[in-house]
């Protein structure tokens, strides 16, 4: 396997093998993921999710590479101004557990083109990434 995934949504973690599940919120999420970043684990797919709605999720499902290697430093920049943009955004959030279903299946979902999108790239030979160039298939 060529990737993990670091989710919170329950409907990932019963739905994939290779899952870094974290009992916590999307912050939660993105904390885990910079911890990996700093121990060499490459960044696959872009931390926050390109829709300023989907920050209101409380789910999120990040793709990481599965083995050490470099520190990349632009990606170490990347998921550090994630989590502080994150949490200014979110601020003043007020949470909707009414549409919880809702937000946990469209992350599953976006997942989903994500890791189709990085097993395309992976089959056309690109299976490095470098600094910004992340999935975009978040909505």
Do not use: C
């Amino acid at each position: 396997m060529s990737h993990r995934i670091v989710t919170n949504n329950p409907l990932v973690r019963d739905s994939y093998d290779n899952v870094i599940f974290i009992e916590g919120s999307y912050e939660d999420v993105l904390i885990k993921v910079r911890d990996l970043v700093h121990a060499g684990i490459e960044l696959i797919d872009s931390p926050l999710g390109a829709s300023i709605r989907m920050l209101l999720s409380p789910y999120r499902s990040i793709l990481v590479g599965t083995e050490p290697g470099h520190m990349n430093t632009d990606q170490i920049l990347l998921i550090e101004q994630s989590i502080l943009n994150y949490r200014t955004l979110t601020d003043r959030r007020n949470a909707e557990p009414q549409h919880e279903k809702d937000y946990a299946v469209v992350d599953k979902e976006l997942l989903k083109a994500s890791i189709q999108a990085y097993e395309d790239i992976r089959l056309q030979n690109y299976s490095q990434f470098t600094g910004g160039e992340f999935l975009e298939t978040r909505a």
